[in-house]
């Protein structure tokens, strides 16, 4: 028998000024790539614990879901585990081999904005 119960709720990281970051950014993709980076969310919500390929630590309670998008292109979106749900901090397209600093930076920025486990 196949569990189909979410072990996390994915919901989306919102600004003091009331923006949600990466929901802007999935709506901006088009719209294979946005359901290739809802699948891979979907992998993490109902597989929790999940880990490579589709998720990986990056420390300090700090995630990533890795997505692999169209032409070769990929992408990332950070979260981290608050109050039971996985709460969808910052994403983008990953251009070098080695995560950015500053989109490593941003993403424990909000972390700490947030009350998270």
């Given at each position: 028998?196949?569990?189909?119960t979410?072990?996390?709720q ?10 949600e ?11 294979e ?6 699948k891979d969310i979907?992998?993490?919500?109902f ?5 490579m ?11 990533e ?12 979106v ?12 910052h ?27």
């Amino acid at each position: 028998m196949i569990d189909r119960t979410k072990k996390l709720q994915a919901r989306f990281y919102e600004t003091p000024s009331g923006t949600e970051p990466v929901r802007a950014w999935l709506k901006d993709l088009p719209d294979e790539d946005r359901k290739v980076v809802g699948k891979d969310i979907a992998k993490v919500e109902f597989g929790w614990p999940i880990g490579m390929p589709y998720c990986r630590a990056m420390g300090r309670g700090l995630w990533e879901v890795r997505s692999e998008l169209q032409h070769g292109r990929i992408a990332r979106v950070f979260f981290c585990i608050a109050k039971g749900d996985a709460v969808l901090l910052h994403a983008f397209i990953k251009k070098t081999r080695q995560t950015p600093q500053a989109d490593l930076d941003l993403a424990r920025k909000r972390m700490k904005e947030i009350a998270y486990d």
